[in-house]
Nanobody
Framework: QVQLVESGGGLVQPGGSLRLSCEAS????????MGWYRQAPGKQRELVAS???????TYTDFVKGRFTISRDNAKSTVYLHMNSLKPEDTGVYFC?????????????WGQGTQVTVSS
């Protein structure tokens, strides 16, 4: 069984910073791509950033220059460093990972962590 557990969300003022973490655990053989999505109230879940197993990042236009995605393969963890936060960045942030475990290769999601940007 594979689990993704996020941490690091919270309340921050506009212009502030947060770092999200997501650790994968369980019967893991390989972790391929990892990413972060977010869902604002009343909106669909959308991709924020992703990173390949080799460390190549991709960003959605609205976070370029402000957010940085990274991963530590030894810790099975992906991070999202968020700077210059705006109120429109508010939402639930979900971790996603493409993982091969004992049961085969599947797409996994974390439970989500709330990020609120407000003064």
């Amino acid at each position: 069984q594979v689990q993704l557990v996020e941490s690091g969300g919270g309340l921050v003022q506009p212009g502030g910073s947060l770092r999200l973490s997501c650790e994968a655990s369980g019967n893991i053989l390989s972790i391929y791509g990892m990413g972060w999505y977010r869902q604002a109230p009343g909106k669909q879940r959308e991709l924020v950033a992703s990173i390949t197993s080799g460390g190549r990042p991709t960003y959605t236009d609205f976070v370029k220059g402000r957010f940085t995605i990274s991963r530590d393969n030894a810790k099975s963890t992906v991070y999202l460093h968020m700077n210059s936060l705006k109120p429109e960045d508010t939402g639930v942030y979900f971790c996603n990972a493409d993982i091969r475990g004992w049961a085969g290769r599947n797409d996994y999601w974390g439970q989500g962590t709330q990020v609120t940007v407000s003064s």
